[in-house]
Every structure is written in C-alpha cells, then in structure tokens.
C-alpha cells in the first residue's frame, strides 16, 4: 500500500522538476559583471528554449540561439537547433552546472563563462506553448506543411515570445524577432522588440484575432507589411518529429 502511494508522489516531483524552467529570463550577469550594453531573454517552455539578444543603444539584432533542454538536479543538458554565435553548436549535446539562488535567480556555466539570469516572469495564458507552424493561407487555400529540418516556430512564455526560422541540418538561419505580448478575449497583440530582418519594425504593435481549436492555434490579421495572413501553429512537440 505505502509504495502505491508513493508512485504518485514521485511522479509530481518529477513534473515539477522539468518544469521550473518554464518562464521568461533576463541576462543579468556574466563573468561577474553586469549586462548593461545589450539585453538578452530566453524564454523556457516545454523543453525548449529560445534566446534573441539586441543592442540597447540602437535596438541591432545581435543573435539567437535555442533548442531542446532537460534540467536534471545541478545539471543542465541543451542540444541546439539554431544558434547565431556559433553554428558548430547545433545538433550536439552541451552540458552546464546550474545553481539557484532562490526561485527567480539561476546561474548557468559551462566551465568557461559563468551567466546569472533572472526570471522575469512565469505568467501562462490560453497560447502558452511552442509551436511551429503548420499551415499556411495563400490565395484562398490554405496550405499545410509537415515540419522537418527546415521549420519556424514560435515559442511563447512568460508574457513574452520569439519566432525563429532555421534548418536545423544546414544549420542556416533564415531570421528570428520577439517582444511582449497579450493574449485575451480572442486577441492576441505582439509588442516588438527585436527584429533580425528589419530593426525599424521595432517598437511596432499588431493585433490579430486567435483561436485554439482541436489544440492548434488558429492565428488571424495583417502581418508587419500589410498583409492578410491566415496561419495555423500546432504544438511542437506533436507536430515534429525528429
């Protein structure tokens, strides 16, 4: 009787473990000094993460990196699908020494470089989640599309979200932009904050009308030069398959 009571137990803690990372965070530190010149945020949600970083004098878009992630106690394990600083990082598996101080405090190294980042929010909504797309409305039709190497995804958390294009086999970036954004009442707004392509889209506010529907993100509106767009988002973790 008592090892059917513990099964469950042992199951939460589990789930709470590979969830702590979920949220929005904010570089802070590195090598024991402040990040003032740029600002980075990576955004953690169902095993991955996603980081774009921009300068604060001239908001320049300086890279983006991200992938899948497991935490397993001090010990933190990424395999990069796209990474703009180094691409001989992609598709081979890195490990880093974590420590926490606190709940919202986490320092990350790697035996080379020591980060401190701060968790800046953990906020969920309704399209809480990393998704890729998946379909794709042009002249009436819509068109689906099966992910493989070559895929976008948006990954949203925290009150924040970061779209990347990327082959993760060619390793070839094809662009990446985030910022903050709402969620409510079937209205999503993207606030944004960086953008690779064009640095004057930010500072930029859209609105467009969403809906999840049997699980997939059904997303509405003008994109950021005018346009109508119709696209459908599914779950990453349903959708590609490795």
């Known amino acids: 009787m008592k090892k059917l009571t513990l099964l469950p137990l042992l199951f939460c ?4 473990t590979a969830q702590e990372l979920d949220g929005a965070w904010k570089l802070i530190q590195k090598n024991g000094e402040k990040v003032t010149d740029r600002e980075v945020i990576k955004i953690v949600q169902d095993g991955y993460f996603a980081l774009g970083s921009k ?7 300086l890279g983006a990196a991200g992938g899948e992630l497991n935490l397993d ?3 933190l394990t990424e395999i990069r699908d796209f990474d703009t600083y180094n691409s001989e990082n992609i598709g081979t598996e ?3 020494n974590i420590s926490w101080e606190g709940e919202h405090i986490l320092e990350i190294s790697d035996g080379i470089a020591t980060k401190v980042w701060e968790r800046i929010s953990e906020e969920s909504d309704a399209l809480t989640g990393n998704w890729v797309i998946t379909g794709r409305q042009r002249n009436g039709t819509m068109n ?3 992910p493989g190497d070559r895929r976008t995804i948006k990954i949203l958390s925290g009150g924040r979200f ?3 294009a990327f082959n993760s086999a060619t390793k070839e970036f094809n662009g990446s932009g985030g910022g903050t954004y709402t969620a409510e009442n079937g209205k999503y707004t993207e606030n944004i904050e960086f953008f690779s392509r064009d640095v004057s889209r930010v500072g930029a506010s ?9 699980g997939k993100w059904h997303h509405r509106g003008k994109s950021s030069k005018g346009d109508p767009i119709y696209e459908i988002w599914s779950p990453y973790s349903q959708a590609y398959q490795k």
């Open 94 to 96: 890195q490990e880093f």
């Open 144 to 146: 689906t599309m099966t």
């Open 162 to 164: 970061q779209w990347v």
């Open 206 to 214: 859209l609105e467009f009308q969403y809906e999840v529907k049997d």
């Open 73 to 75: 106690d001090e010990t």
């Open 55 to 61: 300068s604060l004098a001239n908001d320049e878009f």
């Open 13 to 16: 803690f589990g789930f709470i």
